[in-house]
């Protein structure tokens, strides 16, 4: 099949090489390793009141920015490393948002210990399903996820956000009908 006639989400910048091959090849795909994971809810606090896009197009730079989101190791900067980050104009340098993915490192970590692994943790509200849904920014499950995970202590998270990353991970596959990675 021809480039052009592959049918993808609207969405889609299909001028963007980066969002194309996002789109096609992670979105909506079911991973849940705790590394993926950390690393989408990550970039999803980051895209707080700003577009995918931009994130996308930065994440190599946070990856090198970020120690390869790893997060032992951003749950232990200090000052003097947000001073470095907020200096890289290769990334968005919020200190509201460095901070918090500080602090939401050290809130991974924690619930990696109580449930095992995170993707327990997200099993636990999903009940291992798979949502399929178009068209929606929240449901049921990223206001519970949200509500929780707030009152754990972790920032710059909404039910949008959440939902952003939920689909980014694959626990709702949002595909769009027409798109050919579409599933019911």
């Not at 390869?68 to 980050?85: G, H, P, S």
Request: aromatic content about 14%; overall charge positive; charged content about 30%.
């Amino acid at each position: 099949m021809e480039e052009k006639e592959i049918k993808r989400c609207k969405w889609v910048n299909l001028s963007n090489p980066l969002y194309v091959k996002y789109h096609d090849e992670e979105w909506g795909k079911l991973n849940l390793d705790d590394q993926y994971l950390f690393k989408c809810l990550f970039l999803e606090t980051f895209q707080a009141g700003l577009s995918w896009e931009c994130i996308l197009n930065k994440r190599e730079n946070f990856k090198e920015a970020f120690d390869n989101f790893n997060y032992k190791k951003i749950a232990k900067y200090d000052e003097n490393k947000i001073e470095e980050l907020l200096k890289n104009e290769g990334i968005i340098r919020n200190k509201l948002k460095i901070k918090a993915a500080i602090k939401n490192a050290q809130i991974f970590i924690s619930i990696q210990k109580e449930f095992n692994d995170f993707k327990s943790y997200l099993l636990k509200f999903s009940k291992n399903k798979i949502y399929y849904e178009v068209n929606k920014v929240t449901n049921k499950l990223s206001d519970e996820i949200t509500s929780d995970l707030y009152q754990r202590g972790m920032r710059f998270i909404g039910s949008t956000t959440i939902y952003a990353f939920l689909q980014s991970i694959g626990i709702i596959n949002s595909h769009e009908k027409e798109c050919f990675c579409y599933k019911r």
